[in-house]
C-alpha cells in the first residue's frame, strides 16, 4: 500500500502563486507515475500534470506555463509549483500515484483563488 499527504493549499488573489506538496509512504518504491488531479464543484476531476517514470511531464492544457510539477524519488514527495492563478484554478487538488501496487489517492487539498 502507498499513503499519499498533500499540503500547501489555501487562499491566494488572482496572479498569486501556491506550492502542494504531496508525501509519499509505505511502498513507495513501487510507484511508476505520479500526478495532481484537480476537482471543482459541478465538475469531473481533471488530470493537471503527471510525471511517469523518468519521462518529462505532461500538463494540461490550462496550466501549462504557469504550473510545474516536481518529483524528488528519494524524498519520496511531489509537488506542484502554481503561479499565476487564475479563479478558474479554484479546486480540490488531488496527489495520485500508480505502480505496480494499483492506484492511490490523497485526501485533498482546497486551493481558492479569489480576490
Known amino acids: 500500500q502507498v499513503q499519499l499527504v498533500e499540503s500547501g493549499g489555501g487562499l491566494v488573489q488572482p496572479g498569486g502563486s501556491l506550492r502542494l506538496s504531496c508525501a509519499a509512504s509505505?511502498?513507495?518504491?513501487?510507484?511508476?507515475?505520479m500526478g495532481w488531479y484537480r476537482q471543482a464543484p459541478g465538475k469531473q476531476r481533471e488530470l493537471v500534470a503527471a510525471?511517469?517514470?523518468?519521462?518529462?511531464?505532461n500538463y494540461a492544457d490550462s496550466v501549462r506555463g504557469r504550473f510545474t510539477i516536481s518529483r524528488d524519488i528519494a524524498k519520496n514527495t511531489l509537488t506542484l509549483q502554481m503561479n499565476s492563478l487564475k479563479p478558474e484554478d479554484t479546486a480540490v487538488y488531488y496527489c495520485n500515484a500508480g505502480g505496480a501496487l494499483g492506484t492511490f489517492w490523497g485526501q485533498g487539498t482546497q486551493v481558492t483563488v479569489s480576490s
Open positions: 509505505g511502498s513507495s518504491s513501487a510507484i511508476y507515475a
Open positions: 510525471i511517469i517514470s523518468r519521462s518529462p511531464a
